[in-house]
């Protein structure tokens, strides 16, 4: 079996993400990639843009298919918020205009169910330096992995390998690892062809970042 999970969206930071998860893996199941689908509005055009990247190097043949898990927030979010509808805030809008509450509470919760019964003991998510989110800081990731791990009897890290760095930083190790950048997708609201729109604030950071790397 692979000897980690990566929660994987298909973005710049999950896609370099996965691919450091691989370096140096002899193993070529050795790691298991994961998108969860909450009901939020780019969710068909992210599984579009995993199935391109999964088919090119590095991931072809040394990445196990992708496992798509569901918990649907829809629930929860009201069918006017932003997420749900795909139209979100502008271009220049702070990080904190676009909180998901307990997004990452939602991700990691079912996937590492599935790590305990794939006997996985390592969960990967990609939250950059300057994440302002409270469930995105080293004292949760350390609180999930004890509280996991108690629950499901079954031994468990969630790691946020890319948590010291910077965008720009994770598009140079990118390049060193070879990954396909042009494919990935990081956007809140998808145009025609999984192109994105440019007018989201994680298209500016997205822009932002490959113009200082």
Known sequence: ??????LFSGGLDSAVLLARELQ?????????????????AWEDAEARTIARLLASPPFAGRVAPVITLTVDMREVY????????GTPPAYDT?????????????????AAVLCARLKIHRLA???LAGNPFPDATPQFFDTMS?????????????????????????????????VPLELTL????????????????????????????
């Open 1 to 6: 079996m692979p000897t980690s999970a990566v």
């Open 24 to 40: 140096g893996s002899e193993d070529q199941r050795g790691a298991q990639p994961i998108h969860v689908r909450s009901g939020l």
């Open 78 to 85: 009201p069918p006017s918020h932003w997420a749900v509808t």
């Open 94 to 110: 702070p990080d904190e205009d676009v909180y998901l509450e307990g997004r990452n509470i939602v991700l990691i919760s079912k």
């Open 125 to 127: 998510l990609g939250p």
């Open 146 to 178: 004890r509280a996991l791990s108690l629950g499901l009897a079954h031994e468990l890290k969630i790691a946020a390998p890319l948590s010291t760095m910077h965008k720009e930083e994770v598009i140079r190790l990118g390049r060193e690892l070879g």
């Open 186 to 213: 990081s956007c809140m609201n998808p145009q025609a062809e999984d192109r994105p729109c440019g007018q989201c604030s994680k298209c500016r950071e997205r822009d932002q970042a490959f113009s200082n790397s």
